[in-house]
């Protein structure tokens, strides 16, 4: 038995770590937190100081146990959790948990999983930074308070399952408050005026006037006057410039930056480089700071100098901007500066690579420009047109990386050709095009990122569970509009003359942008109303700075959640009692057949078109929003196309077909045949023509294309891509097998397969009381019987597990039947 054991929080972290540690060490992993609060009740006690109960999940138990045993056989007992708030916090909870003393605990802490960095660790431990946990335990205590008291409001005053939190709810209003910035907007139009000229060495290049004209009255008489102008070079400036490299990345910069250039999503960039910190490529992924360490800076130096000269290298400090930048790590960099790539998975090779060039360029020197400003005058009014060059005399930290921008309308100077004052100029043509003012434009995930941390909302580890919060719980959503085209004019001056042209373009197109949902802005609206301090910018941000005064020692925790308590209450219960209920309610129109009013309001499944009031003699009609309608855009007249529904379009092979609308949505109903439409799709579009391509579409997804022991064989392609079906088992078909011209042997090879792994996934069938253990994703064990599931961390020392034992934890998990007792009337 080692006499050290050192935990840590993954596997894939202890698997590095083990590498650098003697035999003496043992390292483990307590697989994230040990202990939290209770999900099925408040978990607080508000009458005693806030104190939080926390107890070990059943998923846990098995991990501690093995912990707890380990521990009292080791002469000391290493917590190497991360070094922020939630690390400490696991660190104490293990302290706690495992009941560990003070004389055999040593608590490390380093940046990066590298041998020096484990060494120097294990060489200078400390005790647990209680300020670091109370830090923690006031977020995790405030963040349930809000939720579990926010949420039954919800539930009664807006929708059943509804939820509510502090940082979440405050990302949602930016979503809300952006989307009704472009509603509200209202393009102005402009022409504006490009041109082409040539220099008399025959070189070509393009300029354009510095203002628009504001008609296209204004801007035809300015090409009708340039019909016989001549121009000439009026002004012409050089000046040196210079650029500055980006500060090395912080969390939010990398996922803004890992957005730009390699398209990733926020949770996919910190899932991408937790696992390059845990192989030990990288130093930690959640960080505020631009540092960097002596050691590293030096490391950076030496890369430079060897890989592109000396006169590459300029060593810099920057200062962290972020307000309440909190624990002081480095800035995210290579742990070693002269690995330029690595070869682990797609990924993975490409975030390390921006990781490196960014770090890199951070050290090295400006890179020297030569800017130059043209001015062009002519001889028939005063209009100046300009143009702009840039030339690169020193490329500098260019030679490794230029940072991305989220401005679409950012035009990047080019080079001109070399001209002097007073020098004859031919125009090629003159353009005046008429422009639009755009609206604000929608958020991406990364610039949501941004403005959260420029308004001092939220920690590094808060930005991707925030961002994947709110579109799980379906108050957000990517958005997937098409755009709408829209006519544009050009006036042309070409050839001695002026022409019109009749141009489109598309607008309005925003996939992958951050759009509120019906939901979301009806909840948004709810809580602006009735708790505009939990959902006020500033108030966020003052709490945010509250926890980073009680990770330094200055601010007591309770005194801080008590604070809150005392105003958020009294607020909950008024509401709670007096709020009117919440339907997003808006008056449409007239229904002319009935004369009722046509409302659109959220129900219980959903949007809906409402013909009538409640508290009418006859029930109101109702019918439900289809594909990408909403409730804040919906006119009256697609309202009222709704009640069209279900229609006729038409006979096919004698039979009738109908375009119907469902609980689940739209879909054609033919003979005993129901078809989806596809996600979007208008059933107030469906002809027969299109009702018949999906019906055939269904019939060839259905019919068998083999059969197996007397059975039919079928395939599809679903969520997680190509499968078979055969005896009500869904069978996935790898990349090894081509899926289109599947043979009689591959169909039987996949099926065996399947059969094969479904038989070694039990481990345990105990028939006589309908309980089984099987092997589960990620190296985890199920118990289950019937439709109760009881999943096992990977720890488990599954062949051990007894009958009685598993039965025990059905038992458990099975939820226990109402009973309600008989009321007797007693006799006097």
Known sequence: MAKNLVIVESPAKAKTIEKFLGKDYQVESSFGHIADLPSKELGVDVEKDFKPKYIVSSDKKAV????????????????????????????????????????????????????????????????????????????????????????????????????????????????????????????????????????????????????????KEEAEKFLSSCLSASFKVDDLQTKPAKKSPAAPFTTSTLQQEASRKLGFPVAKTMMVAQRLYEAGLITYMRTDSVNLSNEAKQAAEEEITKSYGKEYSKPRNYATKAKGAQEAHEAIRPTNMGQHEISVDYDQNRLYSLIWKRTLASQMSDAQLERTSLKISNDKNKQRFSANGEVITFEGFLKVYLEGTDDEDVEQDGMLPKMKVGENLNNEFITATERYTRPPARFTEASLVKRLEELGIGRPSTYAPTISTVQRRGYVEKGTAEGTERNYAQLVLKDASVSEKQLTEKVGADKGKLMPTDIGNIVNDFLVENFSNILDYGFTAKVESDFDEIAEGKEDWTAIIKDFYKDFHPTVKDVEENAERASGQRLLGVDPESGKNVYVRLGRYGAMIQIGEVTDDEKPKFASLQGDQNMSTITYEEAMDLFKLPKTVGEYEGTEVVVSNGRYGPFVKFDSMYVSLDKNENPMSVDLDRAIELIEAKRKADAPIA???????????????????????????????????????????????????????????????????EKARWGRFNVIKGKIKVELPKTTEIEKLTKEEAVKMIDEKTPKKKTTRKKTTKKK
């Open 707 to 773: 059969h197996y022991e007397d059975l039919p064989v079928q395939k599809g392609v679903g969520r997680f891509g190509p499968f078979l079906k055969w005896n009500g088992i869904f069978i996935n078909v790898n990349k090894k097998y081509d899926f289109d011209n599947l043979s009689q042997q591959d169909i039987e090879e996949l099926i065996e397969d399947k059969k094969k792994k479904e038989r070694e996934k039990v481990i345990h069938n105990w028939e006589d009381v309908g309980v089984r253990v």
């Open 64 to 215: 501690v146990k093995k912990l707890k045993d380990l521990a009292k056989k080791a002469e000391t007992v290493w917590l190497a959790s991360d070094e922020d708030r939630e690390g400490e916090a696991i660190a104490w909870h293990l302290a706690e948990q495992l009941k560990l003393t003070k004389e055999n605990t040593k608590r490390i802490v380093f940046n990066s999983i590298t041998k020096n960095a484990i060494l120097k660790a294990i060489e200078n431990p400390r005790t647990i930074n209680y300020n670091l946990v109370d830090a923690q335990q006031a977020r995790r205590v405030l963040d349930r308070i809000v939720g579990y008291e926010l949420s039954p409001v919800l539930w009664r005053k807006v929708k059943a399952g509804l939820s509510a939190g502090r940082v979440q709810s405050v990302a949602v209003r930016l979503i809300v408050e952006r989307e009704r910035e472009i509603e509200n907007f209202t393009p102005i139009a402009s022409y504006r005026v490009d041109a082409e000229f040539v220099n008399e060495d025959g070189k070509s290049f393009k300029a354009k006037l510095p203002k628009n004209f504001e008609t």
